[in-house]
């Protein structure tokens, strides 16, 4: 189950196209007036990670590419290349992930955006933004998974055989924003729904799993049938 599942609420959080406050608003901040618009590169720390293909190696540091940004949120660790402790260093000079910073890709799967919750690997074509003081990341995140952002991008997009989104068109994208107690509060409603969903998302598993053990029980082998 995609963490996805809460954008039928985000799009009443956020004002409509040509709108300056959104259709639903938390009662306490009913008076503080229209969202401001905000250019991301002004109001973020926004890089990127490298482009060139360091040579892999059987064991090493991970190096992040968009295949490893999951739908839900998640990181796929299992399946990133390793590269050597100097490419690892050399990336890093210029786009080092630290927690709580978010990455999501910029060639071939556009988005999927990742809120960093461990360290210790490197990136190639993947965006990197760094909180500052007038955004908040654990609201951008959630933002960054609504389909106002996922129009911009294929606007942005438009013309490109390949799908890829530049560092440039990444700084210049322009969306409204709220004060930062009206982004913490949208970050702090959303963020427990997407843990309800992973919650449940286990529980459903965990029934796949015990329905599974339960029918290797209930019905008998080819080679049982056989005897």
Known sequence: MSKKSNKGLMPQLLPAEGETVPQL???????????????????SDVRDGTHDSPKFYRKGRLLITSKNLLPNGE???????????????????????????????MIGTIGNPVRVRTEGYAIKNVALVKQKKELLNSYLVQFLNSEYIAREFSILNSGNS?????????????????????QQKIADCLSSIDDLITAQAKKIELLKAHKKGLMQQLFPTADEVEQ
Do not use: H
Request: proline share 6%; glycine share 8%; net charge positive.
């Open 25 to 43: 608003r938390f009662p306490e901040f009913l008076g503080m007036g229209k969202w401001e618009e905000k250019i991301l590169g002004c109001v």
């Open 75 to 105: 990181l796929d660790l299992v399946n990133a290349n390793l590269i050597s402790e100097q490419d690892y260093k050399q990336i890093n000079k210029r786009s080092k992930v630290d927690i709580g910073d978010i990455i999501f890709g």
């Open 162 to 182: 390949q799908k890829f989104i530049s560092l440039g068109k990444i700084r210049s994208l322009s969306f409204p924003t709220p004060p930062i107690t009206e």
